[in-house]
């Protein structure tokens, strides 16, 4: 029977681009994926005939550079589309225009807030300076801090030199930003509510924290901190849908002579003397390989299929408490025409680019509370962006493709499991609110497909339906992710990796997890890295 | 004295283009700069978003400004044919042909484009005004005129992956067949509307060439029909990042016209600019063939090379060096740019040919609030344009 070099498991674009990289480096390698397509959450499906749903992620800015151009994704296919433009929804009818020039949206604020106008310029240097910090340790492997080996020391130097490099001041605001909340955070800056909210949103988004919780003011960062072509904190739609990066990665990885084994669920990782050897198949197939990838999060990896003698004491548990709770839903919606909301101008460059239903922090913090209490909000916070008024290839012409992501959706509800019934009732309650905004909405809806937690972990595997495979709160982070002691993506059987979201830096489709987990198997295999060193505009 | 006009400045104020007044609405930064002396946008919006445009979707630039010459007479075929490199004799009826010419010295003019529209009829377009050069090339032939028509034709350039489907939905019927320079002719109101499958983006598209009274009304039906395709006007900063993924060369960038040059040593022949495929030594005599010959023999002095540069500063106006230490001078960069599509910081760069052989550098300035830092970056040569989809040459092209 033919042994591989190496299994991965999941075919979502962490995995797929492990799997590139330890192809590039000559392995023998075969990616698995349950799914009759490949891509995980970074995928692109034609649910209704002549619209390509990005089913889950929908917008693209942590996709690093240095990645897209080592692997030469734009050869195989992938162009990264920024979209301009944010208007904010007020509760009632008040709107905040976000523009894509600066000095427009300075005079824009002005009309709500001079103060605020002032103040985001400082806000916007300070975010910079603390995202560009986190930026340079995004593609780097965390060091352990309780090892003595040269190469964590050293690690911990650099990182420690960093910090130091800020100044004492700036120091302590930093130790504070990771421990605070979003609202908190953004009360040093501005007045009006509405502002704070817009600003607050990405603090939420796919976690199960409120604008009020202490931690969400990472979570803001981590939104922020990703750039496309060097403009940092902009977003990006991919030309075909998100399902065209993890297809461009698997191009790049079928170049370099890696396998791809479709509708192939992995049933049980292989353990054979505290050895991961391989892997069993939903059909039973064994595969056998030198090592073994998951790109599953830790939760599913150590939990559902693998078992529990295979590990070291205390593992199962640590897995079975994994903080992954399942906080978003999605609701992409077909649309006969372009809808038109109140108090907007028929502005192409800001319409049409995001909207945010963000209302006030209380609204949000009152969302917040409907989830902790099992229930969805009647007046829910919700992103949305229309891809197809920047990608042709998603929608009919004239026709188009909303994308609405939805905070907050309880995995479990207080009145019994998920049904269609109560899967649709929640997708209401999203049209509702959209419709509040602008009136005749449903009348433009040709389809639409109702995501909740339970269709995203049935679906695409992620537990809970957690975007960001585990929260990623500080206690999570970097050398604590996924478990303390496992923060260099080698797991507690030996020649098991991970390579999902679970490690470090933790979600978005950033491709770094994937490509951190190759160059941390190549050293263990003493083979020459493969994976390149980030670049950066602002070092 | 002469009559006071009522504007004292109009001897000095830029002239506006056939399309201007719809373009002037869209300008909404009125972020205008000129070309031949005509108002010319430098962006309309966004640069970065109308060069996503022309990848993404489609966008139309003015090309009004450009220079466009007719020649016609039994004579006009063999007086272009001794004027440029190429072979004029080869360019089949409605199919379009890029060229350089050239002086006596084989120090090219400028690069353009030549239609041949009938046996006896050609087009010649070019970035600048040609009309002495031309009357030289025609003196001793007999029965050719030329004719100026850059005031009296609109054109209008509209490239971008849906380009194609926009001009359909307009109602070119059959325009999908049209192979990369072919030209064709459609029944437009009362007129008649040129199209070629041509352009200066290395992507799919067309330039639409139109009689003035009818421009504004071409502008308003591709409009409608690019409604639902993304269209939107570009302008030169959109085109010159576009053009440059493509591989193709700006003229006061990446050459320098002959005739305006004081420094003898500052033009450049087809060889260096790597367009010795446009020079054909088998056809007649032609404007520099002996020159021309020679530096052939010799090999390029300089030659232009498509860089791929290390990290993401943007290599513009570097000197090139042949190591990291920068004793050894060997070049400079032409243009440079962060190219989005491609991903890669890409550059052209004039180098002494001996030196291409061994290491590239390029000392990179780049100010970070207001502060100045120096980069020296490693170069790797790159054979084919950075960009060259697919799509620009298929036939029929896609309608996304």
């Known amino acids: 029977m033919k042994r591989y070099d190496a299994i991965i498991i999941g075919a979502g674009h962490n995995g797929l681009t492990n799997a590139a990289y330890l192809a590039k480096a000559g392995l023998d390698i075969i990616v698995v994926e349950k799914n009759d397509y490949i891509g995980g959450a970074a995928v692109s499906r034609e649910l209704q005939e002549g619209w390509k749903y990005s089913s889950c992620s929908y917008v693209c800015s942590m996709m690093r550079q240095a990645i897209h151009r080592d692997l030469d994704l734009g050869r195989h296919g992938l162009i990264l589309v920024p979209y301009l433009g944010t208007v904010n929804f007020g509760d009632g009818d008040e709107r905040f225009f976000q523009y894509h020039d600066e000095e427009a949206t300075y005079l824009e604020i002005k009309r709500h807030s001079p103060h605020d106008a002032d103040a985001m310029h400082r806000f916007q240097a300070d975010l910079t300076r603390y995202s560009q910090l986190i930026r340079k340790t995004l593609m780097r492997t965390p060091p352990d801090p309780t090892s003595f080996r040269p190469r964590d020391i050293r690690e911990l130097l650099w990182l420690a030199k960093k910090f130091w490099a800020l100044g004492e001041t700036e120091l302590y605001e930093y130790i504070r930003f990771f421990t605070m909340s979003a609202a908190e955070w953004l009360e040093d800056y501005f007045e009006n509510d509405m502002i704070k909210a817009a600003m607050a949103s990405p603090g939420i988004i796919g976690t199960a924290l409120g604008v009020e919780s202490p931690g969400s003011a990472y979570i803001l960062l981590h939104h922020v901190m990703g750039d496309v072509d060097g403009s940092i904190g902009a977003w990006g739609l991919a030309r075909g849908g998100m399902g065209a990066i993890s297809q461009s990665i698997a191009n790049a990885m079928q170049e370099h002579g890696g396998e791809l084994r479709t509708e192939s669920g992995v049933k049980k990782i292989l353990v054979e003397n505290r050895n991961a050897v391989g892997v069993v198949l939903e059909n039973g197939d064994e595969i056998r390989a030198g090592i073994v990838v998951s790109n599953l999060d830790a939760k599913r990896t150590f939990t559902r299929i693998m078992d529990r003698d295979d590990l070291p004491d205390g593992i199962y548990e640590r897995a079975k408490n994994f903080k992954i709770r399942g906080s978003s839903g999605k609701v992409n919606i077909a649309l006969s025409g372009m809808p038109t909301f109140t108090g907007v101008p028929d502005n192409r460059y800001l319409s049409r680019g995001g909207q945010g239903f963000t209302g006030s922090l209380e609204t949000m913090e009152r969302a917040y509370d409907c989830w902790k209490r099992g229930r969805w909000s009647d007046d829910p916070f919700v992103e949305s962006v229309i891809p197809s008024a920047w990608d042709p290839t998603v929608a009919p012409p004239g026709q188009h493709w909303m994308s609405n992501f939805i905070q907050y959706c309880p995995p479990k509800l207080a009145d019994g499991p998920w049904t269609p019934e109560k899967r649709d009732a929640f997708g209401e309650s999203v049209i509702s609110k959209i419709e509040r905004y602008s009136p005749g909405f449903r009348d433009l809806i040709v389809h639409m497909e109702v995501r909740t937690p339970h269709e995203i972990e049935n679906e695409i595997g992620l537990t809970e339906g957690n975007i960001f495979q585990g929260e990623l709160t500080i206690d999570q982070l970097f050398f604590n992710r996924p478990f303390p002691g496992y923060g260099q993506y080698r797991m507690p059987v030996k020649n098991l990796y991970m390579c999902g979201s679970s490690t470090h830096p933790g979600g978005g489709v950033s491709a770094v997890c994937g490509a951190n987990a190759a160059r941390e198997i190549l050293m263990d295999l003493r083979k020459p890295n493969s994976v390149p060193d980030d670049d950066f505009y602002d070092e | ?400």
């Open chain 2, 1 to 400: 004295m002469t009559t006071m006009t009522s504007d004292p400045y109009a001897g000095e104020r830029l002239k506006e283009t056939h399309f201007y007044e719809r373009e002037a609405e869209l300008n909404i930064r009125d972020a205008w700069s000129s070309w031949n002396g005509y108002l010319f946008a430098d962006y309309y919006y966004d640069t970065e978003y109308e060069y996503f445009c022309i990848r993404n979707q489609c966008g139309t630039y003015d090309i009004c400004p450009m220079q466009k010459y007719e020649i016609t007479g039994r004579d006009a075929e063999t007086m272009l044919d001794r004027m440029v490199t190429r072979d004029v004799t080869r360019i089949g009826l409605n199919r379009v042909a890029y060229t350089v010419w050239c002086t006596d010295q084989g120090r090219i003019i400028d690069d353009g484009t030549i239609f041949r529209l009938a046996d006896d009829r050609f087009m010649l377009t070019c970035g600048s005004p040609c009309t002495a050069w031309l009357r030289k090339a025609a003196f001793g032939f007999r029965d050719v005129t030329i004719t100026d028509l850059s005031d009296d034709l609109a054109a209008l350039s509209l490239q971008g992956p849906t380009s194609c489907a926009v001009l359909k939905r307009m109602g070119l019927g059959g325009v999908e067949t049209m192979k990369a320079f072919d030209i064709r002719h459609f029944p437009f109101h009362d007129g008649n509307l040129m199209v070629s499958r041509t352009g200066f983006t290395g992507d799919l598209g067309y330039e639409l060439w139109i009689a003035p009274e009818l421009a504004l009304t071409m502008w308003d039906e591709l409009y409608a029909a690019g409604e639902d395709y993304g269209i939107q006007p570009y302008g030169e900063a959109a085109t010159n990042m576009a053009r440059l993924e493509a591989g193709f060369i700006m003229p006061h960038m990446d050459f320098t016209e002959a005739l305006k040059t004081v420094h003898l040593e500052h033009d450049q022949t087809p060889f260096e600019l790597q367009l010795g495929w446009l020079v054909d030594f088998k056809k007649p005599h032609f404007s520099g063939r002996d020159a021309l010959l020679e530096h052939k023999r010799r090999g390029p002095v300089w030659t232009l090379a498509k860089l791929d540069v290390e990290g993401n500063w943007p290599a513009e106006d570097a000197i090139m060096y042949n190591n990291e230490k920068c004793s050894h001078e060997i070049g400079y960069v032409t243009s440079a740019m962060w190219s989005p599509t491609v991903k890669a910081n890409i550059a052209l760069a004039m180098i002494r040919t001996e030196s291409l052989k061994g290491e590239l550098w390029a000392e990179i300035y780049k100010a970070k609030e207001l502060r100045q830092y120096r980069r020296m970056a490693k170069c790797t040569l790159k054979k084919k344009p950075f960009w060259m989809p697919e799509r620009a040459r298929t036939t029929p092209p896609a309608d996304v």
